[in-house]
């Protein structure tokens, strides 16, 4: 079975928000504790570049936040027309400034260098002709100034130019995230691209109690978890108001995001320093050897990174995940995370999961969660697995 090439946010539309209320159903800004890592770092000076379905720079919440101008030539038309809404909403959940009524992003002093390219929800002939490939929007992504490139889109097969532009994004220090997919139950386990060409960090989708969701593709490609479910977003492409959704778009989104507040208050570190002071911050209870096929190295606080001025990033030109990407093996871990002893491979647990040991707090902030419990058909189980990445 194939999966459209296409953009991964909604899986089901709600009722459309009252004005002013999308805000407040930004619960992974509380869970993540935004306001205080903004007190440590807003995202300043970091761009990320956003391939997607273009993005509007005149809702309230962007404005002044995307850099047309930065897009190189190759990849500039359309970059500021939205096709879908998508790309829009996934810019607002970055670096979104929260203004009249918005989204606030969770890195609001980033910037957004919009490249659209051309998904299957793109139905013009004319604009699909004049619009970037996806390997072409993603060299310009890897031209332009943007040290993060999100990508929250994919299907089940290699698209022509794809995995080479990839690695040209990686040769110029570019962090790539990716959406792995939304259709878990009807895959059939196939690898989702481009979160599954070595070098792209895959996210998958949680909830607020730390949850995967039952949509969110599993596999070995699959390395970080972030906030997916019961996410504002932009209905369609009038910009007239935002539905509820859920998916691994805006999973990858809030990741990049995280990358972005750690980027700037660490501004000399490289790509690999920034992706393994997030592994090793993650909220898991395996062992970070054995990353679970749903969640990875589990569910990213950022937080953690932040408030430890003096973490050890590692080594600048280690590849944290080179052992699955194909290269000699990961190093030891820079810096310990909390984490409880996992259960046993498909063992079964007496309970639920995403509590982080009680006290109300959430999984996103308290170490040793049981992240790595999934519920699937109505039971709780542990899935762990031994990574492979899909080439």
Known sequence: MLIGWTAVSVGSAAPAFADGEAPQKQWYLDSLHAEDMWKASTGKGVDVAVVDTGVNPNTPS????????????????????DYEGHGTTMAELIAGTGQGGGLKGLAPQ?????????????????????????????????????????????????????????????????????????????????????AAYPGVIGVGAADEKGTVGDFSQAGDYVDLAAPGLNIPAWCDATFAKYCDSQGTSAASAIASASAALIWSAHPTWTADQVLRTMIDTAGRSWDRNTPSKYLGYGLIRPRLVLEKADINPGPADVDPLGKENGGSGTPPAASAAPSASAPAQGQAAAKGEGTGGGGGSTPWVVGGVLAGLVVIAGGVFAVLRTRRRGA
């Open 62 to 81: 962007l404005k002044g936040q995307v850099l047309a101008q930065a897009v190189p030539q190759s990849a500039a038309y359309g970059a500021t027309s």
């Open 110 to 194: 980033a910037k957004i260098i919009p490249v659209r390219v051309a998904l299957s929800s793109l139905k013009d002939e004319a604009e699909r002709k004049r619009t970037a490939s996806q390997a072409a929007g993603i060299r310009a992504a890897a031209d332009s100034d943007a040290k993060i490139i999100n990508m929250s889109f994919g299907e089940a097969v290699k698209e022509p130019g794809d995995e080479e532009a990839i690695k040209y994004a990686l040769s110029k220090g570019k962090l790539l995230f990716a959406s792995t997919g939304n259709d878990e139950k009807a895959s059939g386990g196939l690898l989702h691209f481009p």
